[in-house]
């Protein structure tokens, strides 16, 4: 504060108006101008956009597996749902975990398909909406099969795809890539009230993926990755 005292009057007024302008004003502008980004094809065949969740206001990642007509925690693009026309429409929505429903209401009514999650998440919709379970291990369409990661949530699904380009997995919540960083999993204060232990079982689960044939990583939260995938897996599982 002493430095802030030591600036002209003019000068200090605006730095304190710009700091209680931000939370209120600009930082909402801002994520709805970084956010609502055009869908675009990361491998081919699998289109990846950004959106602001309807309900905590953060950015989040959708993406359409156009070979296997399967839509991925959806949110609606920027484009709209009329993007859709002309090509191969959804087959159905897949939830990497219970608490991304998201708009997937919306492709369920537009589209006529169903929403399906994992068994384990099944109780977060015994008011509706109808969500169908899958279980894991189980080819949920052409080129996808479901893996349990577990440790964060028992419903927390990895989503081994094969594309044209390689493999890649989709994760939910255990594995994150804040933009313009490295992999990374979501803060301790989300984990419960034992982070390391999460941390430890989230470790010893992505260990157990890298059996799979993959070298691309998708995020609910966060850019996906498009080569070098196992490697920068190996990193995050040895701690460095």
Known sequence: MAQLDRLPRQVRYGVQLAGVAWPQLFR???LELASHRPIREVLPGVHHWTAIHPRIRLPVDSYYIQPARVVLDPTVPREGLEWFKGREPPGQVILTNRHHLRHSERYAEAFGCPIRCSEAGLHEFERGPQVEGFAFGEELAPGITAHQLGAICPDDTVLHIRTAAGGALAFADGLTRP????????????MGDDAAAVRAGLRESLRGLLDLDFDNLLF???EPL?????AAMRELIAGR
């Not at 933009?179 to 989300?190: H, K, N």
């Not at 498009?226 to 196992?230: D, H, P, Q, S």
Request: glycine share 30%; proline share 9%; no cysteine.
């Open 220 to 222: 609910a939260h966060g």
């Open 28 to 30: 909402p502008l801002v």
């Open 179 to 190: 933009r313009g960083g490295g992999l990374a999993f979501v803060p301790g204060f989300l």
């Open 226 to 230: 498009v080569g070098g995938a196992k």
